[in-house]
């Protein structure tokens, strides 16, 4: 069945605030968001995040921090002196979150579990913290489909690796249907902001998310395959002809989670090889450092933007 199919406008208060489409959340006593290592009642949600515009999610927790410091230069944000960037869920074991004054920065590991579980606490947490309309980003890597390496693609659909537009979880028994839905206004905007100049092509189209890094992504060199190059080849280009340009781990939930949540949102990946041309990652690091700095960019320019037109 499907649920949760709201417009965004229905899905937050009328002041921007997040509403929450949980009813016990605020019977009890006190949410702990276990994995970011914050509470309602142990921080003032509000006086630490209330002014939140934007929260920027990516696997690693050195990105993220990269990401942070980037983005404090960029925005030409200043911190309180004597004081340094620290990572504020340090103490959770699990993620690592940077804030940067309306900017939010968080690692959200690898797969639909763990960014599933990030969704939840830091959709709960711009809810505690009444931040107004914030946007997220998920600034990620992926596997292009026939594009050239370091090519940046923003995603303007999202598919499981059945072909799904919805998040299926199991819950209480019975696989619910989420639908995964992204805003094409906020992908026309970030399309616009590629440059003539940019060294590398930024491309729309649809965004694979994968279960797995091998069998999941159609790769011949994990631990096990029983099928053949042949095979994967077919696989591979049966997704060129359905639109999809890339493969990641994370789309299907991210695009599900923030819309049933109203909150808008945005997948900017780049890519870091060509599928059709082989399976290995093995580009080196510093080429690998760059590619990753273009999705941050993009998403730079767009936050940028918004804050010099309030
Ligand atoms: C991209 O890179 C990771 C796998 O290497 C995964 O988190 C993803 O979506
Ligand atoms: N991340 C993925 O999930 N797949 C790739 O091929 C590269 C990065």
New binding site residues.
Partial sequence: EENGNNETSETRYPDGTVKLRNPHIELMDQDILYHIALGSESHDLVEMFGDVKFVCMGGTPKRMETFAHYIMKEIGYKLPTGTTLMDISQYSYRYSMYKVGPVISVSHGMGVPSIGILLHEMIKLMYHAKAKDPIFFRIG???GLGLEPGTVVISDDVVDGLGNHYYSVPILGKVVKRPAKLEKKLVRELKALATQDDPYDTTTGTTMC?ED?YEG?GRIDGAFCDYTEADKQDYLENLVRQGVKN???EAVPFAALTHQAGIKAAIVCVT??N?LKGDQ?AAPKEVMNEYQQRPQILVARYIKKYLQTK
């Fill in positions: 890597t992926c596997g994968a890094f992504q493969i990641e781990m870091l090889l599928r990652v």
